[in-house]
């Protein structure tokens, strides 16, 4: 995968527009490369990169994904919540690619409702749907324990998309301080998407895919 560029992510400087000229001004040349993207990647993640990368301020980029979504309130990110049709027009990307950034509202339970990372994985801006799930107690890719509180104030930060919480990427909601570490050894500083965390995410996601496929299976023949 091509390295990304340490100024592709740097916000632009903008001038304060209305709704509908930000519509407008991401129709004519809304930036957002496929590959800033890294395996596994969840809505949020994405809708971070695609903030910084349009200058959009929280409760704009909100109102462009949910228009009836109270901006401080936020949304859950699963598909029942967003219209993927109108998200592909947005952020232009595949459709594939969206839905697998989601998780199923009907698996409710399944999946954690704070935000849960891997510290290193952070560390690299990055996060996956597979921290959220409520069977995985580790970072496939660098095998720490995943956490949900700050390492500073020790809160928990909702796993919604949220004006605050898109203004906050990697950050705690609360206090703003990063859910990384504060100063990274030499094996953290590591790229978080080499070849065999890639790897291990990818066994990761298969694995998952067949309990659920199993579960499912299991389900529909129970009397």
């Known amino acids: 995968m091509p390295k990304r560029s340490a100024n592709a992510l740097k916000p632009p400087r903008l001038p304060i527009l209305t709704f509908d000229e930000w519509q407008l001004r991401l129709a004519l040349d809304g930036v957002f490369n496929v590959t800033w993207l890294m395996p596994g990647e969840p809505l949020l993640s994405i809708l971070w990169k695609f903030a910084c990368a349009n200058a959009l301020p929280g409760h704009v980029l909100l109102h462009l994904v949910c228009p009836v979504v109270d ?32 998780h199923d509202a009907q698996r409710h339970g399944r999946y954690h409702t704070n935000f849960r990372y891997c510290r290193q994985c952070a560390a690299h801006s990055y996060h996956s749907v597979l921290h959220q799930l409520e069977e995985e107690d580790r970072c496939p890719a660098h095998q720490q324990s995943l956490e949900t509180r700050c390492p500073h104030w020790r809160r928990e930060t909702p796993y919604i998309v949220s004006a605050s919480i898109i203004e906050a990427p990697f950050r705690c909601v609360w206090c703003r301080s990063h859910f990384s570490y504060g100063r990274l ?11 065999q965390d890639r790897l ?6 298969k694995r998952v895919r067949r309990t659920n496929k199993h579960s499912m299976s299991r389900s529909t023949t129970m009397p």
């Open 200 to 205: 291990a995410i990818e066994r990761c996601k």
């Open 185 to 195: 050894s030499l094996l953290s500083t590591a790229p978080a998407m080499r070849r």
């Open 71 to 102: 901006p401080s309130e936020g949304v859950v990110p699963v598909r029942k919540a967003i219209n993927v049709k109108d998200l592909c027009r947005l952020i232009r990307l595949p459709r594939n690619v969206l839905l697998v950034s989601l």
